[in-house]
């Protein structure tokens, strides 16, 4: 059984006392029962070595570990590889029979446009799997998002779930701490598609190139018969282009799929995408340039699979929008808009493009984030005054920072441009009503930040919170 099991991985056998059968593979000592298999993962602020102990109470009969355990167990097995979390992914292949083979993997990375770009695909072929930052949806079943790319045990299950559906594709939005973790080490592509990079997550890969580089491993794993799209408006994207010369590129021009904005308004726009000679003139609710490049990447990914007869127009008019991007709601005219821009180019496109939509004022709440890439914190602030006509500043998960200490630096960049119009909320449930009672019949609210997020995150703890629940109480509507 073990052989059978810890095929094609190195591993030490520690100890052999158990020769029953087991039910199932979790990371989590909670979620173990009797029969189970306990792998011990390291994280980067939590070691599951220090859960051994809690896992064989709950009935784990195989413990798999990178580090040596000093405690006896009795009637367990014990195994020691050299990295928990790189074979994780193939342990777990092993284990539910393989059903990532069984489908076919399109995979989406970049820093910002990944969710709304592979949650088209989605849509767009009609036998697919959606993991992402917004969550999982397998047919008719849905779960909510722990991170953007799951563990990969967590991606096998889904996989092996997706197939027992009887479906085909599985579209995966892949970050760059899921590559760096070894969450999609065991899967191969047959497509993968790449939107675009700008500053985010420096706290953690410390330079743009070291940022890119984790990135572009995820075209190393798309197998040669498979596809790459790559976003040619972005510098990193024709880097991307280099390597691969076989790349579909996408742009507003001298690309295999180009586009151009006919007319736009708040809830919808019209576009022109030619590819080869061939038009299409499409009407989607996802609007601005940035949406533009999202739907040529979907299109450019579903037709090199040679899927055809894609009802695109029909498509594109019924998705009012993905959860927390662009997320309308209404009421006395004014037009509350929940969006999770928190990088400083996504602010500044989704700002830039409201402003060209608004018929009276924008006011805007942004807000910084803790233990995070904290440079941006005053351009935040800065692209804030550029478009906005009002600016309350708020909280987003501080962490274990000073809420207010993290406004003030946002508000930095407010005053660095001369901007006064402004004030600092840092309970956001309290900065949400007070924008809210601002605007007028006509104005329009943009609520950055949080987006499809269900918690705040506050010294340790995952205090709930859902935007679009607090608005929808602000503003008397019925949830």
């Known amino acids: 059984m073990l052989k059978e099991l810890f095929q094609d991985i190195e591993y030490q056998l520690i100890q052999k006392e158990y020769n029953g059968a087991y039910n199932k593979i979790e990371y989590n000592s909670l979620s173990i029962e009797v029969g189970d298999i306990f792998?011990?993962?390291?994280?980067?602020?939590?070691?599951?070595?220090?859960?051994?102990?809690?896992?064989?109470?709950?009935?784990?009969?195989?413990?798999?570990?990178?580090?040596?355990?000093?405690?006896?167990?009795?009637?367990?097995?014990?195994?020691?590889?050299?990295?928990?979390?790189?074979?994780?992914?193939?342990?777990?292949?092993?284990?539910?029979?393989?059903?990532?083979?069984?489908?076919?993997?399109?995979?989406?990375?970049?820093?910002?446009?990944?969710?709304?770009?592979?949650?088209?695909?989605?849509?767009?072929?009609?036998?697919?799997?959606?993991?992402?930052s917004i969550g999982v949806e397998i047919s008719d079943e849905r779960f909510?998002?722990?991170?953007?790319?799951?563990?990969?045990?967590?991606?096998?299950?889904?996989?092996?779930?997706?197939?027992?559906?009887?479906?085909?594709?599985?579209?995966?939005?892949?970050?760059?701490?899921g590559i760096d973790n070894w969450r999609i080490e065991n899967l191969e592509f047959i497509g993968g598609i790449f939107t675009n990079l700008t500053k985010e997550h420096l706290d953690y890969h410390k330079t743009m190139e070291e940022y890119f580089v984790v990135k572009e491993r995820l075209f190393k794993q798309v197998i040669p018969t498979g596809f790459i799209?790559?976003?040619?408006?972005?510098?990193?994207?024709?880097?991307?282009?280099?390597?691969?010369?076989?790349?579909?590129?996408?742009?507003?021009?001298?690309?295999?799929?180009?586009?151009?904005?006919?007319?736009?308004?708040?809830?919808?726009?019209?576009?022109l995408i030619n590819v080869k000679n061939v038009v299409y003139n499409?009407?989607?609710?996802?609007?601005?340039?940035?949406?533009?490049?999202?739907?040529?990447?979907?299109m450019a990914m579903v037709e090199a699979l040679g899927l055809r007869d894609i009802p695109y127009n029909e498509l594109l008019k019924d998705l009012n929008c993905v959860e927390g991007r662009m997320q309308i709601v209404e009421k006395n005219g004014i037009k509350i808009i929940i969006d999770y821009a928190h990088t400083e180019d996504a602010l500044e496109k989704v700002l830039k493009t409201l402003s060209l939509c608004k018929k009276r004022k924008l006011y805007t709440l942004v807000s910084g984030t803790g233990e995070r890439y904290k440079e941006k914190r005053t351009v935040l602030g800065e692209i804030a005054g550029k478009y906005s006509d009002y600016v309350i500043i708020s909280s987003n998960s501080p962490r274990y920072e000073d809420p207010m200490e993290i406004a003030q630096e946002v508000a930095k960049g407010l005053e660095n441009k001369g901007y006064k119009h402004y004030e600092i909320y840092v309970d956001r449930v309290e900065a949400v009503k007070k924008i809210i009672s601002l605007a007028k019949e006509g104005d329009i609210i943009i609520l950055t930040g949080k987006g499809h997020e269900r918690y705040q995150e506050i010294k340790g703890y995952k205090t709930p919170y859902y935007e679009l629940e607090v608005v929808k109480n602000s503003l008397n509507i019925n949830i």
């Open 144 to 177: 909510l998002p722990t991170n953007t790319t799951p563990e990969s045990l967590d991606i096998i299950k889904y996989a092996k779930l997706a197939v027992e559906k009887g479906l085909e594709y599985m579209v995966l939005e892949v970050s760059s701490q």
């Open 229 to 271: 799209i790559t976003n040619t408006e972005d510098e990193y994207g024709k880097r991307i282009k280099e390597k691969y010369p076989k790349a579909i590129t996408y742009a507003f021009t001298n690309a295999d799929y180009n586009g151009k904005i006919l007319d736009m308004g708040i809830e919808k726009m019209n576009v």
């Open 282 to 298: 499409l009407e989607t609710s996802l609007i601005g340039e940035y949406n533009l490049l999202n739907i040529m990447a979907g």
């Open 39 to 132: 792998v011990a993962l390291v994280g980067n602020k939590v070691d599951g070595h220090k859960y051994i102990k809690n896992a064989v109470e709950n009935g784990a009969k195989l413990i798999v570990v990178s580090k040596d355990i000093e405690e006896i167990y009795e009637n367990i097995n014990i195994i020691k590889v050299e990295n928990t979390r790189k074979m994780l992914g193939k342990l777990a292949s092993n284990f539910y029979e393989q059903p990532e083979k069984k489908l076919k993997f399109i995979g989406v990375t970049g820093t910002n446009g990944k969710t709304t770009t592979a949650y088209l695909i989605h849509k767009f072929i009609k036998n697919s799997a959606f993991i992402g």
